[in-house]
């Protein structure tokens, strides 16, 4: 995706505008009717769910200013450098880009069928709902028109009239959820749990030292500093040491029918062990796989599990774990296991596609993360063995085997990451004999 | 001294002449940083070019380049400055036995620049006759995010405070190139300072011009055949996909093993050069890889029955 064509429509509308306005009216406090484009393009974005501030705008008038206006690729691609700081944001910020430049009143129109108070920066209660709304809009807009650059105006209008039904699509079966709002009780309970929490690896030495009077090491900066206020005549010898850190944290969890009734603790989990450290990554797989880090960073839990029940579409669906690991292996391991992550999954192994792929998938991850925990709640059955396919295929591959026979609470959830190393070792040997 | 390009246009011509096959998305994105004095922050894959575009715009722009390459546990003392501690306690032993006991005096000097080795963020602000320096992030996803929040104050103000000194500021701010493989997220603070540029793999066009100047001695028809075998791959589910970097190694490859034509045994023996996965390699090796070459055969016999 090179050289994306901007419509030929837009050039002439562009060229007249700089004709009309002159760039030199761009600095004078936005007087421009480019430069207000670009503000309202930039609230487009923003409203799109784009990280685009005041100074981005200002940023996106000065680059403008700079390539000119001669040519349409080069007005892309210069708004494109400031308003896009990731790669999944490029989509949304083409899709913006063609329709609003081909015509900025047929989104404004759009977007106040979405929002009656588009324009108005104060409307903020119902923002992220809007943001949502307004990237299908978009998308739905792209999908209506498939020989987009060459059709002609004519068929905006219809576009318009299409864009005002904007259901959202239903094309799985796809399932909400809504989850009780935690208690205080609770909440106090959560912290106090993760704060007791042990994983098996919980600290790895870092390339970093610190000052510390038992440390082994030489610290000569701070030698030669303490030297010089004793004016030279003796040296006291500073120490330091090598700092320690969490390893990454990357938790998987299965959100399947079979695992609907602990969701809501292991969310809570999930959130406060997010919020409690950093570099935690959270995914939540059904039939697909979602990364809910962001929605999980909300420091209200409640507000937190709302915009988590919002991303997720296959509550309590099936589960295809091969296909959710397969998913992770390509489109985010490389991206969150690089710093030797400890990977977490959540799962039962229950596998609607029978552990079709499963065994490669585990593979690959166990592979490339430093410890692969398997937590699984076994559906209050105490003489469970692992005699599904999918947990024939991911024993093998775990590093630890972890159970809990009874998932009631947070803590018993903390208390089973924390047991001791052995246990869940000897558990874990026992197991794959059994799964042999 | 190189004066930096006036547009879009020469600045697609500064790149070509460096031999760096760049397209208009990109140049403007390079032209917007060269002229507002930004960072320029380029993403993709790895082996997709983005450290060579720093290399080819201190070569064309005959600039010098500070490379700093980014690991875990990057710190300050190697990425910025040290003091030369043993020169240091040189100094303050010839201090002693000449008698001198003034305090501040010593600490003056033995905190002077003549003790300080500079890093490479500490260079790139240095001075220099051929004008401010490219200077290069490399990878910059390695690091934690510490040294990341460091950044922010060097790339927002070209300034870096030496507690024993003072701050440090460069006269005529570096061109600053910085690279990530995506490994992790780089946080937003930083990416807001920067123009954004996602490198994308490249299209079949563009794909031969480069192994035109970068493999020249590879045959022109299995030029053709390499470009259109990876960039089908590239379409297939693979964990890692050929990057620009192993097409040219692999044509070379191919060269070396006077093969002018591909064939299923030919793309067998050298599979290893593009695909860095076993599970690829098993998936491409073989059957696949006949199905992908007789594709890619007759799409090139077309190609050339065209022209």
């Known amino acids: 995706m090179s050289e994306k064509a901007i419509p030929d429509e837009a050039r002439p509308a562009l060229q007249a505008k700089a004709k009309l306005d002159g760039l030199s009216e761009v600095g004078e406090g936005g007087a421009g009717k480019i430069a207000n484009n670009i503000m309202h393009f930039a609230r487009v974005l923003r409203a799109a769910g784009l990280p685009v501030g005041p100074g981005k705008v200002i940023e996106g008038i000065k680059a403008v200013e700079t390539v000119g206006l001669d040519n349409r690729n080069d007005f892309y691609w210069a708004l494109h450098a400031v308003f896009v700081n990731r790669r999944d944001q490029r989509e949304i910020f083409d899709q913006a880009f063609h329709v609003f430049w081909r015509n900025p009143k047929l989104l404004e129109r759009m977007a106040s069928l979405v929002l009656p108070s588009f324009v108005d920066p104060d409307a903020q209660q119902n923002a992220e709902e809007m943001n949502r709304r307004l990237a299908d809009a978009l998308k739905q807009e792209q999908m209506e028109i498939p020989g987009e650059g060459e059709g002609g105006q004519d068929e905006e209008d219809p576009e318009i009239t299409v864009d005002a039904v904007m259901t959202f699509s239903a094309n799985e079966v796809l399932q909400k959820t809504d989850f009780e709002k935690m208690s205080s009780e609770e909440l106090e309970a959560a912290k106090r749990a993760i704060a007791r929490m042990r994983l098996p690896i919980m600290e790895v030495p870092i390339r970093r030292f610190r000052r510390d009077a038992r440390g082994r090491r030489i610290d000569m900066r701070a030698t030669l500093r303490a030297a010089l206020r004793g004016g030279g005549a003796t040296i006291p010898l500073q120490y330091r040491k090598r700092q320690r850190r969490h390893p990454p944290l990357v938790v998987l969890c299965d959100i399947s029918g079979s695992m609907s009734r602990y969701s809501r603790m292991i969310l809570h989990f999930m959130h406060a062990v997010t919020n409690d450290r950093d570099r935690v990554h959270t995914f939540l797989f059904g039939t697909r796989l979602t990364n809910v880090t962001r929605q999980l960073r909300y420091k209200d839990v409640d507000e937190a599990l709302d915009k988590v029940a919002e991303a997720v579409d296959d509550w309590s669906g099936g589960t295809r774990i091969g296909h959710a690991l397969h998913e992770f292996n390509t489109q985010w391991s490389r991206r969150v296991l690089g710093q030797g992550a400890v990977v977490l999954l959540i799962t039962d192994g229950l596998d609607r596609d029978a552990a079709d792929g499963l065994d490669k998938e585990i593979e690959r991850l166990h592979m490339s993360s430093r410890r692969l925990i398997w937590l699984n709640p076994l559906l209050r059955y105490d003489r469970y063995e692992p005699k599904s396919l999918g947990a024939r295929a991911m024993l093998p591959h775990t590093d630890e085997f972890r159970s809990i026979h009874n998932l009631e609470s947070l803590e018993q959830l903390a208390e089973a990451l924390s047991r001791a190393d052995g246990h869940g070792t000897f558990q874990n040997k026992s197991w794959q004999e059994a799964a042999q | ?307």
């Open chain 2, 1 to 307: 001294m190189i004066s930096i390009p006036e547009n879009v246009e020469s600045t697609l011509e500064l790149l070509s002449s460096g031999n760096y096959v760049s397209d208009r998305s990109l140049s403007t994105a390079v032209y917007l940083s060269l002229k507002l004095g930004r960072p320029l922050f380029l993403e993709g894959e790895a082996g997709v070019g983005k450290t060579e575009i720093a290399k080819v715009l201190s070569e064309t722009l005959g600039r010098r380049l500070v490379r700093l390459q980014c690991y875990e546990g990057l710190d300050v003392a190697s990425a910025v400055y040290e003091w030369n501690y043993s020169a240091q306690m040189i100094e303050i032993r010839m201090a002693e036995a000449e008698g001198i006991s003034d305090r501040d005096r010593l600490g003056d000097d033995i905190f002077s620049d003549k003790f300080l080795i500079h890093r490479p963020l500490l260079q790139a602000l240095d001075p220099s006759a051929d004008g401010p320096p490219v200077l290069l992030i490399d990878e910059l996803d390695r690091t934690d995010e510490a040294f990341e929040a460091y950044l922010l104050e060097v790339l927002s103000d070209f300034q870096i405070t030496i507690p024993e000194i003072g701050t440090v500021r460069a006269d005529e701010p570096p061109i600053v190139i910085i690279t990530s493989n995506r490994t992790r997220e780089i946080h937003d603070a930083l990416k807001r300072r920067c123009f954004y540029y996602w490198v994308d793999y490249p299209d079949a066009e563009r794909e031969l011009e480069i192994l035109r100047l970068k493999a020249p001695q590879a045959d022109a028809r299995l030029s053709r055949q390499v470009v259109e075998f990876v960039q089908r791959l590239r379409a297939m589910d693979l964990f890692k996909v050929p990057g620009i970097a192993e097409t040219i190694d692999w044509a070379s490859a191919l060269h070396q093993l006077d093969i002018i034509e591909l064939t299923p045994d030919a793309i067998d023996d050298t599979l290893g050069v593009l695909l860095k996965y076993q599970d690829d390699i098993a998936k491409i090796r073989g059957s696949e890889a006949a199905k992908i070459l007789d594709e890619v055969k007759s799409e090139v016999a077309l190609a050339q029955a065209a022209n």
